[in-house]
């Protein structure tokens, strides 16, 4: 039995000693496999979907294991990179798929069918942004807290120099003072 760190100082001394565990990105042969059966499903039964307990399954893992690894950034970035392959493997199939839609005889006998072919010519036509641009701009202006100013800037009035020297005279008579008395 493994002593306590909190009981034993020595147990602490050598632990403080082997220091942290190494971190691991989490994408392991098995993980990239069921990242892989994930995007493009079995590969022994083409055109099959697999579902992440599918795909956990096939590699000997469980679907809680799968799901935690997907949160690991190496492993977002894999399904992230294999999805992307996917998608642009799978757009020359759409394009033929929209222009054979689109040159279909059939379709142009019925509005609705003209109305697909129009969707598929301007699909194909029209190619989407693949991402946009947002540019934000945020301008804080915090509070601003009066404080003293002092003025730096040499003098050159000589009324103002001798004004400043000389003493503070009050010119006011004082007040007859009110007594108030209270019962």
Do not use: C
């Not at 003293?148 to 020297?165: A, C, G, K, N, S």
Request: hydrophobic letters at 40%; glycine letters at 6%.
């Amino acid at each position: 039995m493994a002593a306590r760190h909190d009981q034993n100082p020595l147990a602490l001394v050598k632990a403080r000693e082997k220091g942290h565990p190494i971190v691991k990105s989490g994408l392991t042969p098995r993980i990239r496999k069921a990242v892989d059966f994930l995007v493009f499903g079995h590969p022994d039964r083409p055109g099959e979907n697999l579902t992440g307990r599918q795909a956990a399954e096939l590699v000997g893992l469980t679907w809680r294991t799968i799901r935690e690894a997907l949160d690991k950034p190496a492993v977002k970035a894999y399904f992230q990179q294999m999805y992307d392959t996917l998608r642009a493997a799978e757009k020359p199939a759409s394009v033929r798929r929209m222009a054979d839609i689109r040159d279909d005889s059939a379709l142009s006998k019925t509005a609705a069918g003209r109305r697909t072919q129009l969707e598929a010519a301007k699909a194909i036509a029209y190619a989407p942004a693949g991402h946009q641009i947002t540019i934000a701009t945020q301008i804080n202006v915090g509070a601003i807290t009066p404080g003293y100013v002092i003025d730096l800037t040499p003098d050159h009035d000589e009324e103002r120099l001798q004004i400043r020297h000389e003493p503070r005279t009050i010119d006011a008579e004082p007040d007859d003072l009110a007594v108030f008395t209270s019962r």
